[in-house]
């Protein structure tokens, strides 16, 4: 194995859940791990675990009770009908205790369940949220977010269902063991000794079938990621009539997880007959064995009913033992990813000694700043600025020539290899995550606006405005009048992507998100590139005033959008080539110049088409 497949494989345990050396496992150590989560529930998991088992003993309490009547009935002890109610009363009794214990067991389970599947899932959020944007650009949403629902509910499931049925298993197990061996040794012997038989065997299938659930909890997320993939590209998808081609690519990923799902089936369906065979041979040894030891008078007549009473008890747990196997196995392939969610350690947080930024941001410095991202070729090479209050830094050049990369550099969604980014005069490393990145207005390439109304989208960068400063800042960015103009304002319900919203808009609301905060730097990707170029004019001329005492740093491939810029780089292959004032680059007659020609060239089509995309 070469070193990177290692990395990516030991990346993928630490980051995934897998582990292909727990396949071997049948009671794997992950859902142990559920354990200290039933710590703050401690009196309700006893209560449960005491409830079960009065129940199972309620349950097995009629067989002892009917043993000891056929005995009394056969000596001729029983003279009276007030003898048999007594018996009768005894049944009764087991009965309404079962009835009682049964309920607070299920209702404790249950509730613990609930409890657990929660606290597990919001640990596990937790743990998501604060990883580094790598994590996410590396995954699949689908596959992350089946871990979080169906994985969890695999886990509420066990819980609810597996535990108590375990619980059940050893009770019952355990008080017959107990009943049998005070009546008499020999009927134990029969009743365990193909219970020791199937334990082996049940080891041998289920160690065999945990690798298929393993991989069809992967499958599972798989068909996630293609489906919320193809559900967000919907639009492109008709538009390229690419339906069957999407068809067979979802079809792929839910036959992979119908055929490790039908592989599972095969080997424990191989299993179940083998215990069915066991079970009957028991069965047909007990028959036998229980009346030859009646005949030889080794017990009685009213033994042996509670003895072949009991074990149509035993036959029960026994093939609840090839579900359950099949049941914890799931669940420990969901634990694992669980918990490797839980796990998660991202790798930018707040170093050792991290300060909070104690003053305004007033300054930001690149210094020789290289990087790549992680097993790509180098994105910046060298790059250096300086900004200070009150000015704009203008970013422009060809498409990958690293412009958005500066922007995760200087938000520290990445660090830079070598070279240093300070804010004022801290290295961006060195201080609180939170107390950065609480400087910073910043409008992405790509618009997200949550479902929700435009008011609380807009209000999402500061959840205390009032009404007049969200309105302000949608004024500043060009988005109050459309807005007013939407039947319903503010209050108007945009999608999940905001997709009921033009793109233009969908940029403005975005812009007015991060104005609002008035934020000492204003990070500008791409932001009015959807917008037609008389708003972005209006626009531009708002935004000209807001620069007063803030530092704006705009990356745009239209150069009219940092035109005004006090200085602007251009970036090619993320080497800064040429810097200076649109005027100093005009008069220089380099790469600005020709990108200038060329778009002035272009503007009146341009303009055109930018305003009929728009709005
Ligand atoms: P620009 O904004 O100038 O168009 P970017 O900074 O987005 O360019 O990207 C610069 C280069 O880095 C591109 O070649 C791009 O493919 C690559 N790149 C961007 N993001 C990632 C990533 N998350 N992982 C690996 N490579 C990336």
Redesign the pocket.
């Known amino acids: 194995m070469t070193a990177s497949k290692a990395a990516e494989r030991e990346e993928r345990e630490r980051f995934d859940g897998v582990d292909e050396s727990g396949d071997k496992q049948v009671l794997g150590k992950q859902l142990w791990r559920i354990l200290p989560f039933i710590k703050p529930y401690k009196g309700r998991f006893v209560l449960g675990i005491v409830a079960n088992a009065g129940a199972r003993a309620c349950d097995l309490l009629p067989f002892v009770a009917m043993g000891l009547l056929t005995d009394a009935v056969l000596n001729g002890e029983i003279t009276e009908v007030r003898q048999y109610a007594w018996y009768g009363g005894m049944i009764l009794a087991a009965f309404t205790g079962l009835a009682i214990f049964q309920g607070i067991s299920n209702y404790s389970w249950e509730t613990l369940a609930q409890f657990l599947q929660h606290d597990i899932r919001m640990k596990a959020f937790d743990s998501l949220i604060k990883m580094e944007?790598?994590y996410f650009?590396?995954r699949q949403t689908g596959d992350i977010m089946s871990v979080l629902s169906a994985d969890v509910n695999q886990l509420e499931n066990f819980l609810s269902d597996a535990s108590t049925s375990i619980i059940r298993i050893i009770v019952t197990f355990s008080a017959a063991f107990a009943i049998l061996m005070w009546m008499s040794w020999k009927l134990t012997i029969i009743l365990f000794g193909p219970i020791a038989v199937i334990i082996p065997l049940v080891y041998f299938f289920s160690t065999r079938v945990q690798r298929r659930y393993r991989e069809s909890r992967q499958s599972f997320g798989d068909i996630n990621s293609v489906l919320a993939n193809n559900i967000s590209g919907m639009g492109v998808v008709q538009a390229y009539n690419a339906e069957q081609y999407e068809a067979a690519r979802v079809g792929k990923e839910s036959g992979a997880y119908m055929d490790a799902a039908v592989k599972a089936t095969v080997i424990r369906n191989r299993f179940l007959p083998g215990i069915y065979v066991i079970a009957g041979v028991a069965f047909g040894l007990l028959a036998s064995i229980g009346g030859w030891l009646v005949m030889t008078e080794d017990i009685t007549p009213g033994q042996f009913v509670t003895f072949l009473l009991m074990s149509t008890r035993m036959s029960m747990p026994l093939f609840i033992l090839g579900m359950l196997v099949n049941q914890i196995q799931k669940s420990e392939a969901s634990a694992r990813r669980v918990f490797a969610m839980i796990d998660l350690e991202p790798t930018i947080v707040d170093k050792e000694g991290a300060v909070d930024l104690d003053n305004r941001a007033e300054k930001i410095t690149f210094d020789d700043v290289h990087f790549a991202?992680?097993?790509?070729?180098k994105?910046l090479n060298g790059v250096s600025f300086e900004l200070k209050k009150n000015q704009s830094l203008g970013i422009v050049?060809?498409?990958?020539?690293?412009?958005?990369?500066?922007?995760?550099l200087l938000l520290r969604y990445y660090e830079p290899d070598s070279g240093i980014a300070l804010m004022n005069d801290s290295d961006l490393q060195e201080l609180t995550l939170a107390s950065m990145r609480n400087q910073i207005g910043y409008v992405s390439?790509d618009v997200y606006l949550f479902h929700g109304t435009v008011r609380e989208n807009i209000s999402y960068s500061d959840q205390s405005a009032s009404q007049e400063e969200i309105e302000e800042a949608a004024r500043l960015a060009g988005a109050h009048d459309f807005i007013c103009d939407f039947v319903e304002g503010y209050e108007t319900v945009v999608g999940d992507r905001g997709v009921k919203i033009s793109g233009g808009q969908r940029q403005r609301i975005s812009l007015a998100r991060s104005l609002l905060r008035r934020p000492p730097l204003l990070i500008l990707?791409e932001a009015t590139s959807s917008v037609d170029t008389r708003t972005e004019e209006i626009i531009q001329r708002n935004l000209n005033e807001f620069k007063d005492g803030r530092m704006t740093v705009a990356?745009a491939h239209r150069l009219s959008t940092i035109r005004d810029a006090d200085v602007i780089l251009v970036?090619v292959e993320?080497v800064v080539v040429e810097r200076g004032t649109h005027d100093e680059l005009l008069a220089a007659d380099g790469v600005y110049a020709d990108l200038w020609a060329v778009q002035t060239g272009d503007l009146e089509q341009a303009t055109g088409q930018a305003t009929k995309h728009d709005d």
């Open positions: 944007m790598r650009e590396d991202y992680p097993g790509a070729q994105v050049g060809p498409t990958g020539a690293g412009k958005s990369t500066i922007v995760k390439q990707d990356v970036l993320g």
